[in-house]
């Protein structure tokens, strides 16, 4: 691993130079603590036109980019199933890491993945860009100050992930067991999973049912409703579908002191005089109920995102700032997506946490009978303007305000 010290900039390489791996280019190529030493991608073209563009090396396969040397760090942007082999790799060579989301496909290869790093000081995050987000840092802040109490129920409505077939006609790998390992849930729910437990922890219990190719020709999930069963007495639910239009995005969170609900730049936050629970013991009318206040909070933005990940990536390395999204939390959101897929296709109530062996042979057996042949049109060229590298990720990766 390269020395950094508290000045010098933090040489990294992109691998997978598709629209996401191209934006983080851009947003690397910009900074003031980190430059961009190298991109690669197995389509040449790609990674030539990324290293013209911004004046970094060019690779075609990931090993040749790590044995290079001249990198102090990597971000991983290729396609789901090649996180956990590029990570261990890079991590055996002694570099720091940031992998996009999700960290891994299954819990037993997030933990391949983690076993693989050196030593406490090489720094491996994952790329949970909605931990950035003011709106769901204050859900947070007021759960953990108590301003709700007791966490009683929640319920998240995230049906504004519409996509039309041409959206997973795609690319080859999307929406496939083999090649992305789900569909809503591992693709566009997987910032919201790493997000519920963030705010309310891991459940013990998980029920959910799950659409197959419900509303597209396609072999995994488009359609997702789950029941989560705290340990605690907590109880949430989870929607979820790229099938409707024009959907919501509305989270509610209760507790025995009040409410919060977060729908597009507003939350709404409920402060009851009085626990529900301590009124209901000592209440001498029998439809008493608390007094309360409400109050609203509006944002104007949703945070810097992917920037300030990268950005903490690069500082962490530097001068041991704490990361926002650790790798290791990374496997929190990946168990619960599996669990809900596991409890849908064996139609029982899974308990966590979850059997991991059992998991990756049930798809090991989903990949086997793919059979799915679909023709694919190209998604995204060798090159983007910036223009058009913003167009691309406002719609695919929108915090949907």
Not at 29 to 38: C, I, K, P, T, Y
């Amino acid at each position: 691993m390269n020395p950094v010290s508290g000045t010098q900039p933090v040489a990294i390489g992109v691998i997978g130079i598709g629209t996401i791996g191209s934006y983080h280019c851009r947003t690397i190529a910009a900074s003031e603590s980190m430059v961009l030493a190298a991109v690669c991608d197995s389509i040449p073209g790609r990674a030539d036109s990324a290293a013209e563009r911004y004046g970094a090396q060019a690779f075609y396969d990931h090993v040749s980019l790590l044995q290079s040397g001249i990198c102090d760090a990597v971000v991983i942007a290729t396609p789901h199933y090649s996180h956990t082999p590029i990570g261990i790799a890079a991590l055996e060579t002694g570099l720091h890491v940031l992998i996009e989301k999700p960290l891994s496909v299954h819990i037993a290869d997030c933990r391949r993945l983690l076993a693989a790093r050196r030593n406490e000081t090489q720094v491996c995050a994952i790329m949970y860009n909605q931990r950035t987000d003011p709106r769901y840092r204050a859900v947070r802040q007021l759960i953990r100050s108590g301003a709700i109490g007791s966490l009683q129920r929640f319920t998240w409505i995230i049906t504004n992930w519409y996509r039309p077939e041409l959206y997973y006609q795609s690319s080859d790998w999307r929406a496939t067991w083999a090649g992305e390992g789900g569909g809503v849930l591992m693709n566009q729910c997987i910032h919201q999973l790493d997000l519920l437990q963030w705010l309310c922890g891991m459940p013990a219990r998980v029920r959910a049912f799950c659409g197959l190719g419900k509303y597209h020709a396609i072999e995994v999930e488009d359609e997702v409703t789950a029941c989560l069963e705290y340990a605690r007495g907590l109880t949430g639910t989870l929607q979820a579908t790229t099938g409707e239009y024009p959907g919501t995005n509305r989270l509610e969170i209760a507790g025995d002191r009040g409410r919060l609900i977060l729908e597009g730049s507003t939350l709404q936050i409920t402060r009851n005089d009085t626990s529900t629970l301590q009124l209901s013991r000592e209440a001498d009318s029998i439809f008493a109920v608390p007094g309360s206040t409400t109050e609203e909070m509006r944002f104007d933005d949703h945070g810097d995102q992917h920037k300030e990940i990268l950005e903490n990536f690069a500082e962490a390395i530097m001068c041991n700032k704490p990361l926002i999204a650790p790798a290791g939390e990374g496997i929190h959101a990946v168990e619960l997506a599996n669990a809900m897929l596991y409890s849908a296709l064996r139609n029982e109530t899974v308990t966590l946490p979850l059997d991991s062996q059992a998991y990756e042979t049930l798809l090991k057996i989903l990949i086997d009978a793919s059979g799915q042949n679909r023709k694919t049109i190209p998604a995204i060229p060798d090159s983007l303007s910036d223009s058009d590298l913003d167009t691309v990720i406002k719609t695919r990766w929108r915090s949907h305000p």
